[in-house]
């Protein structure tokens, strides 16, 4: 997606669009969906077995790892994103269909299919619904940003550690239960700040349910199960509530 001309954004008749696309929705559940299937067949490959709790575990880790790329490209775009938010809120206005649905379905050429340019673009949508995001001096802003920069290490750390158990069952689970505990917490957090913000006034039940509720359910059940296995983890002094 070029940065210029951005009213173009996602449509195939843009002429210096060339080569192969595909929508950008596509490819993020293709990318979550290779990097769960890669946990969950590394074990099957290394132990002949299949535990649900690691699944689930794998599963939200390769979920996390996708949203941090985002998360670093709202603070690499974020004068861009701000610019953003304006054309995707009258564009909205213009089309009556949703500004996060139209930018799922968009079509982006594969050659530019990592760039941060078109991933602003979750940002510029989602503001459509918490305008947080389209003003850095905001809780949701800055803690999405540090969850990108702070947690992919943790991340691959765990997704590897539950998948081999090649870390003391100790170690990995005291890295768990910090970083679930965080995730838990800044979550939480996060929705106390939109409803104490009012901010659930300027958008309809259906889209307070869908965006705001169910988006960011995953960061708290999940994360609870994680901080329930970190602390077996540590208590137990083995893998074996992962199925080991």
Known sequence: MP???????HR???????????????????????????GIGARY???????????LLI?????????????????LRRDYIERRADYWRARQRETGRSAAVEFLVGRVPLRRILSSTVW??????????????ADRRTYGYNVDIA?????????????????????????????????????????????VSFFGANRQARIGRRDMYIYIW??????????????YVSIRLIVDGDYGVLGY
Do not use: K
């Open 120 to 133: 602003a673009d979750v940002w510029a949508t989602y503001s459509q619904y918490d305008g947080s995001y």
């Open 3 to 9: 940065e210029h001309g951005a009213e173009h954004a």
């Open 214 to 227: 169910a988006l960011n359910c995953p960061w708290v059940l999940f994360a609870l199960l994680g901080l």
């Open 45 to 55: 490959w290394a132990r002949r077995d299949f535990d649900i709790v690691h699944a």
């Open 147 to 191: 969850n990108g920069f702070v947690t992919p290490v943790p991340t691959l750390i765990l997704y590897a550690a539950f998948t081999f158990d090649f870390l003391p069952s100790v170690v990995a689970g005291i890295i768990g239960a910090m970083m679930f505990w965080q995730l838990t917490y800044a979550t939480s957090v996060y929705w």
């Open 12 to 38: 195939d008749s843009n002429p210096r669009w060339t080569g192969p696309a595909m929508p950008v929705g596509l490819f993020a559940v293709l990318v979550v969906a290779i990097l769960t299937l890669a």
């Open 59 to 75: 599963l939200f880790f390769s979920i996390n790892l996708a949203i941090c790329y985002w998360e670093v490209c709202l603070l």
